[in-house]
């Protein structure tokens, strides 16, 4: 049954891994080398998660909103901690619901980018793991789209840097693939440690880094790296460079995102405001301009308001004939002359 829901999946994923190879083929990579074999992994998922864009701004939106929302959340929750009546529990979920509303965002909006994209890498890591490198049944292990048996056959025999893409830390023979499978866990495990630092630490105010939520983060951004730890030895080689490259891929691309896009209030966004201030003192100096002069209208709008605290009205000049100095004229007198 699962094998049939992924088979598309694995279609598409294995005729664009095999594109890849084929462009470095051409390019004048020798086609059964291990390098080549694994740059097509490479392309193969610089192409996935490139299609995925839209989803991770996505998640990453839903995501940053869910955080910063958390300490309001909590007020909610404390507010009817212990009260277990119908119309509390109608209060407290109708006033969590505006929250979301009013934040446009809610918990389902961060899962959904993940779930949809669970299936693609899913059947990434069968037909590499299976198709590519042969693990699986003969049916599982047997060509699909482009990638045909003698392509699969090749890949498998593929070496690099001594290591088969085959071959795993447990289930090889030379100190190769145990060296190049440990540098690999590492990468991953760093990458993967430092985007979760980054989203947590850098893209959140100091408001929403305290409470329960902060600190499921906090236990995330050191439990996964973690389970790569344990789960790293027993992948081939093949897909720890798929996931050492998404993760990669995944931190460059929050990067970019954080630093344009930052959350208000955080860190990154105090570093965005600064780097946009340095940019318009660069372009009034290269315009020859003062870059904190304060503009004509926002000068005469401080003069308005100081004029209108001080209570007195600007007296008007009486032009001088003679061409002496102008004179001012006698302010208006309330009282009766007579």
């Known amino acids: ?5 992924l088979y598309p999946l694995e279609w598409v994923v294995a005729n664009v891994m095999v594109i890849w190879h084929q462009i470095w083929t051409f390019i ?3 086609p059964a080398s291990g390098i080549t074999w694994a740059l097509a992994i490479v392309g193969l998922v610089v192409t996935i998660r490139a299609a995925l864009i839209p989803l991770f701004v996505k998640q990453i939106n839903a995501s940053r909103a869910m955080q910063v929302i958390a300490p309001d959340l909590k007020k909610i929750q404390d507010k009817y901690k212990g009260k277990k009546d119908q ?5 407290m979920s109708r006033e969590t619901m505006e929250l979301y509303s009013k934040h446009k965002t809610n918990p389902f909006a961060s899962c ?3 779930l949809v994209q669970a299936p693609i890498f899913f059947a990434l890591f069968r037909v590499l793991n299976y198709r590519l490198e042969g693990g699986g049944t003969a049916e599982q292990s047997a060509g699909i789209g482009l990638l045909t048996d003698q392509l699969a056959e090749q890949a498998q025999n593929a070496t690099l840097f001594g290591a088969q893409l085959s071959d795993s830390f447990f289930n090889s023979e030379g100190a190769a693939a145990k060296v190049l499978s440990v540098v690999l866990i590492v990468a991953m495990v760093a990458t993967t440690f430092l985007t979760q630092h980054q989203l947590t630490r850098r893209n959140l105010p100091a408001s929403a880094l305290e409470g329960p939520m902060a600190q499921q983060q906090k236990i995330l951004m050191y439990a996964l790296p973690f389970i790569f730890v344990i789960t790293g030895p027993n992948f081939p080689v093949g897909v720890l460079i798929y996931w050492t490259t998404t ?3 995944t931190f460059g691309q929050q990067w970019y995102v954080i630093r344009n896009n930052p959350t208000p209030g955080s860190e990154a966004d105090r570093a965005y405001k600064e780097r946009m201030e340095a940019k318009r ?10 870059p904190y002069a304060k503009p004509e209208i926002e000068a005469s709008e401080e003069d308005a308001t100081e004029t209108k605290r001080s209570g007195q009205r600007q007296q008007p000049k009486r032009k001088n004939r003679g061409g002496g100095k102008p004179q001012a004229l006698p302010a208006n007198d309330d009282k009766d002359p007579s």
Do not use: H, Y
């Not at 119309?87 to 209060?91: T, Y």
């Not at 003192?281 to 003062?290: N, P």
């Open 247 to 249: 993760n990669v891929w």
């Open 1 to 5: 049954m699962l094998d049939t829901i």
């Open 281 to 290: 003192v660069k372009r009034a100096l290269r315009k020859g301009e003062d």
């Open 87 to 91: 119309a509390s529990r109608e209060a």
């Open 28 to 30: 004048g990579l020798d």
């Open 112 to 114: 959904l980018p993940m």
